[in-house]
């Protein structure tokens, strides 16, 4: 049987110092939640993932 689910959402908070990362899940419940320093680096990071 096929179920509906959808896929995790990723939400991006860039902040001047840093940048809050946050993985929901179907129900919008945080899955992860992470703050990384706001730098070139660190973004190319969280791009590599999606």
Do not use: F
Request: positive net charge; glycine residues 6%; charged residues 30%.
């Amino acid at each position: 049987m096929k179920t509906n689910s959808s896929p995790p959402i990723l939400g991006l908070d860039l902040g001047d110092r840093k940048y809050v990362v946050c993985v929901l899940g179907t129900d919008v419940e945080i899955i992860k939640e992470r703050s990384i320093p706001n730098s070139r680096p660190s973004l190319e990071k969280v791009r590599a993932i999606c």
